[in-house]
């Protein structure tokens, strides 16, 4: 069973637009969750990161939403670049736990 | 610094065959990981480890071994390489939990 899931498997977006990618978990005791970003032939790369104690965290273009009742969160990029095209994995983990568990990525394509 | 490397970048294993997958890091993490990607699939732990001489399986183990002498190496170990591990592996260390940077990547197939 999928604790963590990224239900698109691929986006499009208009390069200028809003790319909003989304994640849902399972389990409630989760209580730090991470976004990656991964090119073609190159390891995954750290983008952003959330706590439970906060609903928002900023950085830039890139900004996480997490919603603890929905057990949702989501990464929002504005303005959308066309170097944001990559394969974007959730990841969420316990405070506690020395283990991240990854969702299976949704892939980014920004239009020009 | 390099930050993670891995080696090689490519292989090709017959089935059967035994390979060590080598892994270093030069920023004195304590933690590092050991992940396979398959298409289509997101990361999945094979073993880590919190620090030297302490290894632990993940969600995907069987097949694999890993050792942890030092802090800055953890070679993944093949035996017996099946089809089922042709795959894209990937190492990587935090100083804590939460953030990992990830090495390259190992392409491996096995035929």
């Known amino acids: 069973d999928q604790q963590v899931k990224q239900n698109s498997p691929s986006l499009s977006v208009q390069e200028g637009r809003i790319s909003i990618l989304n994640c849902d978990y399972t389990?409630?005791?989760?209580?730090?969750f991470l976004w990656y970003k991964k090119y073609p032939a190159e390891g995954p790369t750290f983008l952003i990161s959330i706590s439970s104690i906060k609903d928002k965290n900023e950085d830039g273009r890139f900004t996480v939403f997490l919603n603890k009742s929905a057990k949702h969160l989501s990464l929002h990029i504005v303005p959308s670049q066309p170097g944001d095209s990559a394969v974007y994995f959730c990841?969420?983990?316990?405070?506690?736990?020395?283990?991240?568990?990854f969702g299976k990525g949704t892939r980014l394509h920004i239009l020009p | 610094n390099a930050g993670v490397t891995q080696t090689p970048k490519f292989r090709i294993l017959k089935i059967g065959q035994s390979m060590t997958l080598q892994c270093t890091q030069d920023?004195?993490?304590?933690?590092m990981y050991w992940y396979r990607q398959d298409p289509g699939m997101g990361l999945k732990l094979i073993y880590y480890?919190?620090?030297?001489?302490?290894?632990d399986k993940g969600e995907v183990p069987n097949g694999y071994n890993v050792s942890r002498s030092t802090t800055e190496d953890f070679p993944l170990r093949l035996e017996l390489a099946a089809p089922s591990q042709t795959s894209v592996y990937f190492c990587?260390?935090?100083?804590?939990?939460?953030?990992?940077?990830f090495g390259p990547g190992t392409r491996l197939t096995v035929t």
């Open positions: 990841a969420v983990t316990h405070i506690k736990d020395d283990k991240i568990i």
């Open positions: 389990n409630s005791m989760f209580d730090y």
């Open positions: 480890s919190v620090g030297a001489g302490i290894t």
């Open positions: 990587a260390s935090s100083p804590v939990l939460g953030r990992q940077y």
């Open positions: 920023m004195n993490h304590n933690y």
